[in-house]
C-alpha cells in the first residue's frame, strides 16, 4: 500500500502477440491488453490475437492473477455489429476481464451481457462531469494523454469526494498512459492517415506518415520555410519514470505502457524497469540515483527520445529530429530453436545468419518463452566445445529455461 494506504498502482503491459504476452507476465505486470483481429487502435502495426486465442490469453493470465483488457476501441459502423457482439461473447465465456471501448455499442452491448467495462482514451475524458456520466456503463476510465498532473488528481480527489460509484459497486478508477509512443493527434484521434492515405487510424490503420519529413511551402509564393526540426509532427515517447512518485500521488489506480507493435524484449525490459520503479515507491526506496540507472536501461531498446507529456505542464510537445528508433542497443537475427533436453537442460540452436562466440549478449524470445537474455555460455558444435559458431553450425548449450523449435535466437550489439 502507498503513503495514503491504497494498494499497489496496476501496471499495465501491452501484448501484440503471445510472446510479448509471456514477456509481461515473466516482467511483473499486474494486467495485459491486447487487440483481437481488426477492431482495435493497432489492427494495423500489430500482429493481434484471434477469437480462438481467447481462451489460452484468459487461462494464462489467470495462473499468475494477471488480469486480460480487450481494447475494442475503434470506431463501429453498422457491419460490424454482429462481429462485436460474437467477440463479446467469446470474451465473456473465456473469462477476459474487461473490455476496453470508445464506441456506444460496445459499451451498451458489453454492459448488456456482464462484460466490465474501461473508457477509452478515445472519448477524451477530462473532468469529474464526464467522469460521473460514464460510471454508469463503466468501471474504470483512462483519461485524456493532454492532462497535468495537477488536472488528474483533481479528478481523482473528485471522485472520492462526491463518492463517484461504477457498475461493480466500488469506486470508478482512473487509468493514464505512463511510457511509450504518443502522436500528434489528441488523444489518439487522427484524420492524417485517412486523408493522405485514405487508411484510418479511427479504424486502427494508422500509417504513421506524421513521422516523415515535410516541407513547408507559401503556396502563394513558392517560399518555403526554414524548419530546423524537420520532424515536426513526430513527438518524443512519453516517459513518465524520472516523475513516478508524482504521478502515484496522484491516486491513480492503473498506468499504462504502450507498445504492442513493439518486440517481447520491449515489453519485457519496460515492464521490468517500471515494476522495479513501482515496488521501490512502495519501499520508500525511490531515488534519482535508481531512475539514473533505469533510464539508461530503457534507452537501450525502441524510443524516439523522451519526454514527460504534458503531465509536467508543458504546453507545446517536444518533437524527434531522427527518424525510427534512437536506441542505444539493436538485436540481429542468428537462428531458430531445434530442440530441448529436458534431463540435461540443453537448449539446441541452429545458426542461420551471422556468427556468435561465447561470452555475446543473446535474446531469446517465443510464444510460451516470453523472453530470455544471457551472456552465451561455453557451447558445443558436433560434440566438441568451440569458441565461435558460424551460419550452418548447430550449437548447444546450457539452459534453464525451456526453449521450443519456434523460438528465434538473437545476438545483442551495440546500435
Known amino acids: 500500500m502507498n503513503r495514503f494506504g491504497e494498494d499497489k498502482i496496476e501496471l499495465m503491459a501491452p501484448a501484440g502477440g503471445f510472446d510479448s504476452m509471456q514477456a509481461a507476465i515473466d516482467a511483473g505486470a499486474d494486467s495485459i491488453y491486447f487487440g483481437v483481429e481488426q477492431l482495435n487502435m493497432r489492427a494495423k502495426s500489430s500482429i493481434n490475437f484471434t477469437l480462438d486465442d481467447l481462451e489460452e490469453i484468459a487461462q494464462r493470465c489467470g495462473k499468475k492473477n494477471v488480469r486480460t483488457y480487450l481494447t475494442l476501441n475503434t470506431i463501429i459502423y453498422d457491419h460490424d455489429l454482429s462481429i462485436i457482439k460474437t467477440l463479446l461473447n467469446r470474451a465473456k465465456e473465456a473469462g477476459i476481464t474487461a473490455v476496453i471501448a470508445s464506441d456506444q455499442a460496445v ?24 467522469v460521473k456520466f460514464y460510471s454508469l456503463f463503466a468501471h474504470t476510465m483512462v483519461l485524456s494523454r493532454e492532462l497535468s498532473l495537477g488536472q488528474v488528481k483533481k479528478i481523482a480527489d ?67 520555410l526554414e524548419i530546423d526540426n524537420e520532424y515536426i509532427m513526430s513527438p518524443k515517447d512519453l516517459c513518465t519514470l524520472n516523475f513516478l512518485d508524482q504521478v502515484i500521488d496522484t491516486h491513480v489506480k492503473v498506468l499504462k505502457i504502450e507498445g504492442r507493435a513493439r518486440a517481447p524484449e520491449y515489453v519485457s525490459r519496460v515492464i521490468g ?87 555475446d549478449d543473446i535474446l531469446i524470445t517465443g510464444p510460451t518463452t516470453g523472453v530470455v537474455e544471457i551472456k552465451l555460455p561455453n557451447f558445443r558444435i558436433d560434440d566438441k566445445e568451440a569458441e565461435r559458431a558460424e551460419r550452418g553450425d548447430d550449437i548447444t548449450f546450457e539452459l534453464d529455461q525451456i526453449i521450443r523449435p519456434s523460438d528465434k535466437l538473437y545476438k545483442i550489439v551495440e546500435a
Not at 284 to 304: D, P
Not at 328 to 347: D, E, P, W
Request: proline share 1%; glycine share 10%; net charge positive.
Open 107 to 130: 459499451i451498451h452491448y458489453a454492459k448488456t451481457i456482464g462484460v466490465e467495462v474501461h473508457i477509452s482514451t478515445q472519448l477524451n475524458i477530462t473532468n469529474i462531469e464526464t
Open 158 to 224: 473528485a471522485i472520492k469526494k462526491e463518492n463517484v460509484i461504477g457498475p461493480g459497486g466500488k469506486l470508478v478508477e482512473l487509468e493514464i498512459f505512463g511510457h511509450g509512443a504518443l502522436c500528434m493527434a489528441v488523444s489518439g484521434k487522427c484524420y492524417m492517415s485517412l486523408h493522405t492515405q485514405n487508411s484510418s487510424a479511427n479504424r486502427g490503420a494508422c500509417v504513421q506518415n506524421c513521422r516523415r519529413k515535410y516541407k513547408v511551402i507559401d503556396i502563394e509564393d513558392g517560399h518555403e
Open 273 to 359: 524497469i517500471y515494476r522495479q520503479a513501482i515496488d521501490a515507491y512502495y519501499a520508500n526506496e525511490f531515488n534519482q540515483e535508481k531512475v539514473a540507472v533505469w533510464m539508461s536501461q530503457l534507452e537501450t531498446v525502441y524510443n524516439r527520445g523522451f519526454w514527460s507529456g504534458y503531465y509536467l505542464g508543458q504546453e507545446l510537445g517536444e518533437w524527434s529530429d531522427k527518424p525510427g528508433s534512437l536506441a542505444t542497443q539493436k538485436k540481429i537475427y542468428l537462428g531458430k530453436g531445434v530442440h530441448y533436453f529436458s534431463k540435461a537442460k540443453i537448449a539446441h540452436f541452429r545458426v542461420e545468419s551471422q556468427s556468435v562466440k561465447v561470452g
